[in-house]
């Protein structure tokens, strides 16, 4: 598969802006407007909001598609680039994560939440540390100029190993910090968010490839569903921002608070694959998007999980959505970094 990103679009440039604005916009409604949010609170079956699910397979479904998962035929043929990757992603970053946030939730901002919170937003750290990015990567890839071959085999691989190892990572952390999580609730989010919507993306990609061509499937199809994700994930922070109002407005600073640890978690992770990746040799297009995949995080399933796990209520919510408010600033920066770096590289 070729990716036929052509560059940053409009929506994802400016995510930041747009999360700011939905937080803003749910804030409002759920202090001027309560019935709104007492009304979707209430459409929910099962525990699970149905509204917020509709949003998130909206988020999920678009991305799936794009995963060609016939490239990792070729997995065997330049693997120092997918054990760099593997590594990182699974076997570093999840426990740096918890590692970082339980250092300045309970130790250096000690002062300003209260233990009960500490656990929360590290919960919601553990969640966007347990998925290494899918979706945006490809336009990380892009952006840095990368194998956008090798990035589609780095991704599927990724996909694979989220079915196998973020359940059993996320619930062994979670019961470090003191969560007890039933592991069904857990698999059914798994299940719901990655299993169903992954599958669903693979017939509709091989169903669409085999009527019409890739061709049609990348340049027409794909196309269509263009700011569909963007769309999905701001409708469903206005909806949770609606429920979080008076967390925020009662604790500003913890927005701040928050995205400390995820920033530095973002540029360890990041530069702990490069300098790897610079030590074994590998070309610049393989180390900057291999980088881009462990420094950037699955959010939408990160949002999806804690949603379903704790509610849209929860605290916990809340750390994870930090985790989109802080992602697109802090991975341009690493962005520019890569590109001014590429030197550092063999050609």
């Not at 059993?168 to 968010?193: C, E, N, Q």
């Not at 640890?261 to 540029?267: D, G, I, N, R, V």
Request: aromatic content about 14%; overall charge positive; proline content about 6%.
């Amino acid at each position: 598969m070729k990716e036929k990103n052509t560059g940053i679009s409009f929506f994802e440039r400016y995510l930041t802006v747009w999360v700011i604005l939905c937080m803003v916009a749910g804030i409002l409604i759920g202090k001027f407007l309560p019935a709104v949010p007492e009304l979707l609170g209430k459409l929910e079956y099962a525990q699970v909001s149905i509204p917020i699910a509709v949003l998130i397979w909206l988020m999920i479904y678009p991305m799936m598609m794009k995963v060609d998962f016939t490239s990792i035929k070729n997995v065997g043929k330049y693997p120092h680039g997918l054990y760099v990757t593997w590594v990182t992603n699974w076997l570093i970053k999840p426990f740096t994560m918890y590692a970082i946030a339980w250092f300045f939730f309970y130790i250096v901002f000690k002062p300003f939440i209260t233990p009960e919170l500490a656990k929360d937003y590290l919960a919601g750290a553990i969640l966007l540390g347990a998925a290494p990015c899918t979706a945006m990567v490809f336009v990380w890839s892009h952006l840095t100029k990368g194998n956008a071959a090798y990035t589609v085999v780095q991704v599927a691989t990724n996909d694979l190993i989220i079915l196998i190892a973020f359940t059993p990572i996320v619930a062994f952390l979670l019961g470090i910090g003191g969560i007890t999580i039933p592991w069904d609730t857990l698999i059914i989010s798994v299940v719901l968010f990655v299993v169903i919507p992954l599958a669903g993306g693979m017939l509709t990609r091989s169903s669409v490839i085999k009527h019409k061509g890739e061709n049609y499937f990348n340049n027409k199809f794909i196309p269509k569903f263009g700011n569909v994700t963007i769309i999905g994930l701001l409708l469903t922070l206005v909806i949770i921002f609606s429920f979080q109002g008076d967390v925020i407005l009662n604790n500003p600073l913890h927005i701040i608070l928050i995205a400390v640890p995820l920033s530095l978690q973002t540029y360890l992770i990041f530069f702990i694959a490069y300098f790897w990746s610079k030590k074994w040799k590998l070309c610049h297009n393989i180390a900057a998007p291999g980088g881009m995949i462990g420094a950037s995080n699955f959010f939408e399933l990160s949002v999806a999980v804690a949603i379903s796990l704790f509610g849209p209520q929860s605290p916990v919510v809340l750390a994870t959505i930090v985790g989109v408010l802080v992602e697109v600033p802090v991975m341009l920066s690493l962005v520019n970094f890569a590109n001014k770096t590429k030197k550092w590289f063999p050609a």
